[in-house]
Nanobody
């Protein structure tokens, strides 16, 4: 079964940047997505990327600040996060599933994904 492991989280000041990584246990041709969950809130879809990396999609809340990418030779997906805000605080998860990447509503829907990592904490605070 496909296993996903996130890394790269931490404490960063507002306006700062972080790059998250998600390493897969094996080669996957699944589209991949990033989600976050803040305390007391539902899991929120942020971005997704096609199996080739040629198509991406973003939630409006992160468009222009976050960039998703993947390196299939390394079985790894990345999320570059810039201009971070305190509202970006939460646990960040990567996921894999057969998602139509070009449809934003599907891209950010947790139920569309079959495999999940354990998450990495991101805290944006001064």
């Amino acid at each position: 079964q496909l296993q996903l492991v996130e890394s790269g989280g931490g404490l960063v000041q507002p306006g700062g940047s972080l790059r998250l990584s998600c390493a897969a246990s094996e080669s996957t041709f699944h589209p991949m997505g990033w989600f976050r969950q803040a305390p007391g809130k539902e899991r929120e879809g942020l971005s997704c990327i096609s199996s080739s990396g040629g198509s991406t999609n973003y939630a409006d809340s992160v468009k222009g600040r976050f960039t998703i990418s993947r390196d299939n030779a390394k079985n790894t997906v990345y999320l570059q996060m810039n201009s971070l805000k305190p509202d970006d605080t939460g646990i960040y998860y990567c996921a894999a599933g057969m998602v139509p990447v070009t449809v934003q509503s599907m891209c950010v829907r947790p139920s569309r994904y079959d495999y999940w990592g354990q998450g990495t904490q991101v805290t944006v605070s001064s």
